[in-house]
T-cell receptor, first 114, second 115 residues
Framework: KQEVTQIPAALSVPEGENLVLNCSFT??????LQWFRQDPGKGLTSLLL?????REQTSGRLNASLDKSSGRSTLYIAASQPGDSATYLC?????????????FGKGTKLSVIP | GAGVSQTPSNKVTEKGKYVELRCDPI?????LYWYRQSLGQGPEFLIY????????DSGLPNDRFFAVRPEGSVSTLKIQRTERGDSAVYLC?????????????FGPGTRLTVL
């Protein structure tokens, strides 16, 4: 059974710092990995999707990397801003027949202090 | 264009009652997913539709939960004899196809509270 772990559970940083969020998964047989942002009381906003054949994806100040063989992904946020404060979730889609569901971690709650 | 929409945004009900939660996927998306998110947890898969049929309902917790998608667009998640443990945020997502590399887009969720 796929398990996804995110460390740390919570992180507080001053505005302007660069930071890294970590995600690990137990089964490396995946099709892709998605990073999401969730604001309090809101749904999920997709940030980046990395296919299993890719090593990284970038969008603006965000960069996500994937090391499938070791079961790890990182989300790098450059020059953090107070508006980045949210919970960040990673999710993997395993490979294999009928494997359409995403398996999520519990998230990292990020607070960026002005 | 419009994203995934869900109604109601909040639902409060009493133990034992029946509830229906609605999801409108992105237009043209053939795949639709339901997830449930309990407080402090990541979302957990409930059921997946490809078109009108439920291709995978392995995440439904018991037979009190049922979902339909009669015309291959809007979906309704139905919960009978609600219990306090059903309280959670119910999230719906859609993707363009069920292809292996398709990105899932999520709605804002319905927060269900069972008193």
């Amino acid at each position: 059974k796929q398990e996804v772990t995110q460390i740390p559970a919570a992180l507080s940083v001053p505005e302007g710092e660069n930071l890294v969020l970590n995600c690990s998964f137990t089964d490396s047989a995946i099709y892709n990995l998605q990073w999401f942002r969730q604001d309090p009381g809101k749904g999920l906003t997709s940030l980046l999707l990395i296919q299993s054949s890719q090593r990284e994806q970038t969008s603006g100040r965000l960069n996500a990397s994937l090391d499938k063989s070791s079961g790890r992904s990182t989300l790098y946020i450059a020059a953090s801003q107070p508006g980045d404060s949210a919970t960040y979730l990673c999710a993997v889609r395993r490979s294999g027949a009928g494997s359409y569901q995403l398996t999520f971690g519990k998230g990292t709650k990020l607070s960026v202090i002005p | 264009g419009a994203g995934v929409s869900q109604t109601p945004s909040n639902k409060v009900t009493e133990k034992g009652k029946y509830v229906e939660l609605r999801c409108d996927p992105i237009s043209g998306h053939t795949a639709l997913y339901w997830y449930r998110q309990s407080l402090g947890q990541g979302p957990e898969f409930l059921i997946y539709f490809q078109g009108t049929g439920a291709a995978d309902d392995s995440g439904l917790p018991n037979d009190r939960f049922f979902a339909v998608r009669p015309e291959g667009s809007v979906s309704t998640l139905k919960i009978q004899r609600t219990e306090r443990g059903d309280s959670a945020v119910y999230l719906c997502a859609s993707s363009q196809t069920s292809g292996n590399y398709n990105e899932q887009f999520f709605g804002p969720g319905t927060r269900l509270t069972v008193l």
